[in-house]
Each structure stands twice: as structure tokens, then as C-alpha cells.
């Protein structure tokens, strides 16, 4: 027999350092190798748990790849129309005041068909988290250009990149949400190394202990990679993504306890 | 001092042959097989024994493929 490496003799439950959160159920997700998504939905599904609040939390899934958010968060879900999930979440929280309420959004999603949705729940301060996967693109329909696209990015729809003389600018949408006075926290982050999705996560962490306090909207993006739709392997898709997405997208925390970071 | 030593399972059925946490893994534990699992997929193994339990690749996995142990001996 080949030889395995393998320890059998610390695999010992008090030995356990890292294991897949009960959060998510055993169901197979179906992002792409190496998406995005699946990191994300894994580090919200582990904040729910060590917040001990999976009875008390409340998802709105999107329209777009994670569609099938549903099938994955073992939490009381509720599919919401295309970029309809802040006024949808908007409703479940108001009825359900205690409730731990998060809509999970991509960048179609949430900055395009939803823009009205997007702006004026963040407006109007609901008490809620929005998880929003920013690839530039849109993913679940083939790849178009999508209001996040980055200047000069090729696109199925905008093949030699996208020309912002006719295609127009691209969206800042968490900067522009930050400036509402219903945004209590908003914060950018990613998810494709081993530091960053330790701040992610406790970014989310923020995110959701924020509704605690009734104070408005936690808003947390997170730029993600499509490797499908930029037809790159996913690591040569985080490469990319940390060459040409980041220095449009920065990360860090753009607003703290309602004030606007710097 | 107590030296501290690693192991990872991996549920090779769940993996989907991304090789984010090859790229993750400080010791270089972790490569592709040239076997495919059920979906085809080169799936993630074990290339030596130098784990160090940092959950690196656990915490970078989209589809929560890893479980880490870490002891001191
Ligand atoms: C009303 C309506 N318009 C258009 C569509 C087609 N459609 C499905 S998903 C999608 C965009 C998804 O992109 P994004 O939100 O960025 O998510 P991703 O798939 O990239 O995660 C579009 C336009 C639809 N399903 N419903
Ligand atoms: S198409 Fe893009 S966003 Fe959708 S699952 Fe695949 S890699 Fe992820
Ligand atoms: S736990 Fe750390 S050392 Fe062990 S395989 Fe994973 S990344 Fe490598
Ligand atoms: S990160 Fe996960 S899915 Fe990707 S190759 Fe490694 S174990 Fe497999």
C-alpha cells in the first residue's frame, strides 16, 4: 500500500481544530471549482453557529449563482424576486423585530436589477445584514458585463473589454451606500486566501452582532472571483482578481459605527 | 518543547479539484491527484507528513472538503 501520512492517532475530538459547520447542510454546493460563493456562504454559516443564533436567523437568497442559497444554509430561507431581497428582508425583519435577518446578494443582483432596493433599504436604516459577492460580472447567466464590471474588462457582452465612452462607468455601489445615514457599518473584503477570509469572517461576525444594537444597515462586500465567466483557473482567477479587481475595489472598512472610516 | 504536529482528512467525494489550498498550505502538504474522484475531479491529497494543524487550506476551501487536527507531542 502507498504510504498516507496520515496521524490516525491525533484525530481526536479535543484535537479538532477545523471541521464543516452543521450550519450548512451535507447537500454538494453547486458553485464552480473554487468559487467565491462557497466561502462565503461557509463563513456566514460559521458565524450563525458560533453566535448560536441558527433557530433565531432568517436568509433572503438572490436571483444569480447563489440562487440555491436555500439548499445549503440550514436556516429558515426565503427566495426573493430579482434584486428584490432588501425589501423582502426588509418585511421579515419588521415582523420579526429579534430575528437575525441577512440577504445574500451578487453583484446583478444587488447593483443592477436592484439598485431601488438596494439604496433605499440602506436608507431607510433596516436593521438587517446584507452579504453582497461582487465578481464584476454576471455569473449564473453566461458572464455579461454587469454594472461592476471593470473598465476595459472583457465580458461575453463586451468581448474586447468594456469601453466606458459607450458602456459607461463602473458602480461603486458600497461607496456610494456608505454615505446614507441608514448604514451603520459597511466594509469590503475577500475571501481567497487564508488572512483575508479570517477578516472576512469576522467582518460577517460584525455584520450580524450589529443588529443587536438597532442602529441601521451592516453592509459587508465581498470581492469574489467568477472563474467561469473570466475563463481563468480559480488560481489564476485570485491572481487576477487581486491585480485588477483590488485597486478599483479596495478593501478595508469603509464605515464603522455610522462614521465614515478616514 | 513540545513540537506540534498536523493531520488533515480530506472528503475526497466533496472535492472539486480547485487547488486553492495547495496554494494556502505553508508546508506543501497538499497536491492533486492524478486519480479523478466519483465527479471527476483531480480531488486534493496528502504528499507528506509535515501538516502543522494551521487549518490554511480548511479555512480557504469553498466546499468545506478539509477537517484539521493539531496536537503537541
Ligand atoms: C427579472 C429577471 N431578469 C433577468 C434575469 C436573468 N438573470 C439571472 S441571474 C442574473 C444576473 C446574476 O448576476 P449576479 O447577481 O452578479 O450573480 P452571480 O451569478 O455572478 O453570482 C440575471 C440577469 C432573471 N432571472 N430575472
Ligand atoms: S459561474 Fe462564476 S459566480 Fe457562478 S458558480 Fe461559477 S465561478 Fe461562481
Ligand atoms: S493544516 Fe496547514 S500545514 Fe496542514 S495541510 Fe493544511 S495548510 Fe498545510
Ligand atoms: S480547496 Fe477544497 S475543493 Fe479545492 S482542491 Fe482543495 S480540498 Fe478540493
Redesign the pocket.
Known amino acids: 500500500m502507498a504510504e498516507t501520512f496520515d496521524r490516525p492517532e491525533i484525530r481526536t475530538p479535543e484535537n479538532l481544530v477545523y471541521s464543516k459547520t452543521n450550519v450548512l447542510t451535507d447537500n454538494i454546493m453547486h458553485y464552480c471549482?473554487?468559487c467565491g460563493h462557497g466561502t462565503t456562504h461557509r463563513l456566514l454559516a460559521e458565524v450563525i453557529e458560533e453566535m448560536g443564533i441558527q433557530s433565531e436567523t432568517i436568509g433572503i437568497a438572490p436571483v444569480g449563482c447563489s440562487v440555491l442559497a436555500y439548499n445549503y444554509f440550514d436556516v429558515d430561507m426565503q427566495e426573493a424576486a430579482h434584486g428584490r431581497a432588501p425589501a423582502v428582508a426588509t418585511a421579515v425583519k419588521r415582523l420579526f423585530p429579534n430575528k437575525f435577518v441577512f440577504t445574500y446578494q451578487g453583484d446583478g443582483d444587488l447593483a443592477a436589477i436592484g439598485t431601488a432596493e438596494t439604496i433605499h433599504a440602506c436608507n431607510r436604516g433596516e436593521n438587517m445584514t446584507i452579504i453582497f459577492v461582487n465578481n464584476g460580472i454576471y455569473g449564473m447567466t453566461g458572464g455579461q458585463m454587469a454594472p461592476t464590471t471593470l473598465p476595459g474588462m472583457p465580458t461575453s457582452t463586451s468581448p474586447y473589454g468594456r469601453e466606458v465612452a459607450t458602456m459607461g462607468n463602473p458602480l461603486k455601489i458600497t461607496e456610494l451606500i456608505a454615505q446614507l445615514p441608514g448604514t451603520y457599518y459597511v466594509t469590503r473584503q475577500s475571501v481567497h486566501t487564508p488572512a483575508n477570509v479570517r477578516k472576512a469572517k469576522k467582518a460577517i461576525r460584525q455584520a450580524m452582532e450589529n443588529q443587536k444594537l438597532n442602529r441601521g444597515l451592516s453592509f459587508v462586500e465581498v470581492v469574489s472571483n467568477c472563474n467561469s465567466g473570466w475563463k481563468l483557473s480559480?488560481v489564476k482567477a485570485n491572481k487576477w482578481m487581486e491585480d485588477n479587481m483590488f485597486p478599483f475595489y479596495p478593501l478595508g472598512d469603509i464605515k464603522v459605527n455610522g462614521e465614515l472610516v478616514k | 518543547m513540545a513540537k506540534v504536529v498536523g493531520d488533515i482528512v480530506?472528503d475526497i467525494e466533496?472535492?472539486?479539484?480547485?487547488?486553492?489550498?495547495?496554494t494556502?498550505c505553508p508546508q506543501d502538504v497538499?497536491a492533486?491527484a492524478s486519480e479523478v474522484n466519483g465527479k471527476g475531479?483531480h480531488?486534493?491529497m496528502k504528499v507528506n507528513g509535515n501538516c502543522i494543524g494551521c487549518s490554511n487550506?480548511a479555512v480557504?476551501?469553498?466546499?468545506?472538503?478539509?477537517t484539521v487536527y493539531r496536537a503537541k507531542i
Open positions: 471549482p473554487g480559480p | 480530506i466533496r472535492c472539486k479539484g480547485c487547488e486553492v489550498c495547495t494556502a497538499i492533486m475531479y480531488y486534493a487550506c480557504v476551501c469553498p466546499d468545506a472538503v478539509i
